[in-house]
Nanobody
Framework: QVELVESGGGLVQAGGSLRLSCAAS????????MGWFRQAPGKDREFVAS????????YYANSVKGRFTISRDDARSTVYLQMNTLKPEDTALYYC?????????????WGQGTQVTVSS
């Protein structure tokens, strides 16, 4: 079982930056694949970024590639999302999520979300 708590959201002007944090509790955190999703009002939840254990590679949605960076600190059981050059369309509720590092695993663990609002 993994519990996830996000923080770091807020209101920022377009072009600004925010760093989201996700504190995880539970066993074997370092082996889990960690990710961030977001959901804007009236839209489906969408993938933003993910990072596997050992940080071999990272994955990003095309809409955030080059602006967002996902990272993890396994010693602190924390995953981060650095968001730069924010745009109004990045406004959403951002969720931290985790899944086991096995083929076919689903995103089984979710935080409550942290709100990011980007003003134009």
């Amino acid at each position: 079982q993994v519990e996830l708590v996000e923080s770091g959201g807020g209101l920022v002007q377009a072009g600004g930056s925010l760093r989201l944090s996700c504190a995880a509790s539970g066993r074997n955190f370092s082996t889990y694949v960690m990710g961030w999703f977001r959901q804007a009002p009236g839209k489906d939840r969408e993938f933003v970024a993910s990072i596997p254990w050992r940080r071999i590679t990272t994955y990003y949605a095309n809409s955030v590639k080059g602006r967002f960076t996902i990272s993890r600190d396994d010693a602190r059981s924390t995953v981060y999302l650095q968001m730069n050059t924010l745009k109004p369309e990045d406004t959403a509720l951002y969720y931290c999520t985790a899944k086991r590092p096995v083929l076919g695993a689903t995103w089984d663990y979710w935080g409550q979300g942290t709100q990011v609002t980007v003003s134009s």
